[in-house]
């Protein structure tokens, strides 16, 4: 399985000897749809010369207007995830000597997230694996004490995985929890040989059910279907806070790898509302004006909400998961949506700055004044 991070260009060469005009066919729909027949894109090139014959095309922007991310749905857990999450992609090369006549040349599958990759892992970079996690597995995920709450309105916390499924007989997909003290291990099978093979998009939440895993956990995705067996899929660490004084927000934003990702924002908060309008002078309605009317209007009123949060102790990489939250296009704050006021920030180090404590300003994307039409 070979997944694209389509916030980050993936380019499509066709290099073939002699060819004068190439084109590529993109089909592109979600897991569960039926594959489509005709092609979703079509695009040609003529080559730049006869002494480079090289088109390339990038396929990225074409993947992304697919993705439809509004929330996270909390409700179900353990299941699969919302298909407009990713989608399936098909690309065929085509290559033409003659500009009438066209040659197949390959036809590569891929799966398209949105995500991105830093300049420094080079051109097009792709997440190749039977399993692949959507989020960073050495960053340790702390919530309040009680935000986790299994019942008929579930709001878990959770990442993602792809899996490539085989449906091999006897193998699984199974996730292993462990209490923080190691006394306690559940193990849920949530892919077995009875479920179709193909491409599955799950929600692992982070905490277990049960007493004994109200103060943490670790969770680790197991796939039996490796040679060797249980192959060791990174482990993450999954605690809960107690916070007395103030009241945690949780938020919730697509990160780097086009998964869900949650922070919880601890310690104090301030709120405050911005306002913009636009002020108009009037005429009056003859030279015998009334002087209580107002010499000037104001119209078309703004009011935004913006609030400033801060994270509590934290660990020097959680550096990282605060970038993917700067830079997500999908953000939201106890399930409200908003955006990331925040355009610069430091990059701490327990050595340097002993206890680390970041604030991270918002707005909530919506006006106030309700002037949906």
Known sequence: MKAILARSPYTISIDETDQVVTKIEIRIWYNGDTKPTAATYILSKQIPSTTKRETIYNISPYIKDFFKQIKPQTTVIDGVEEKEMYCLVEVKTFASLDSID???????????????????????????????????????????????VFSGSQNVPYFNILVDWGAVSGKKIRYQYK??????T????????????????LKVPYRNSGSAYANGNTIQVGD???????????????????????????????????GWQTIVFFKSQTKSFDFKNSDFKTLPENWDYNPSEAGTKSLNFEAAESIKLNTGWVAE??????????VSETVLLDGIPAKVKTKSMPYKTAIKDRNINYEIDFEYTYNLINDVQ
């Open 102 to 148: 066209y040659d197949a040349i390959d036809t590569i599958d891929f799966v398209g997230m949105n995500g991105f990759s830093n300049p420094h892992l080079g051109a097009n970079k792709i997440l190749e694996e039977s399993v692949i996690y959507l989020t960073n597995p050495s960053i340790g995920i702390t919530t309040n004490n009680g935000a986790t």
């Open 179 to 184: 209490d923080l003290s190691g006394g306690n």
């Open 186 to 201: 559940t193990t849920i099978d949530i892919l077995t040989d009875a479920d179709p093979a193909g491409i599955y998009c």
């Open 224 to 258: 039996t279907s490796r040679d060797g067996g249980l192959a060791p899929e990174p482990t993450i660490t999954y605690t809960t806070v107690c916070e007395p004084k103030y009241t945690p927000v949780r938020c919730d934003f697509i990160n780097r790898f086009g």
């Open 317 to 326: 990489n959680y550096v990282d998961l605060l970038f993917d939250l700067c």
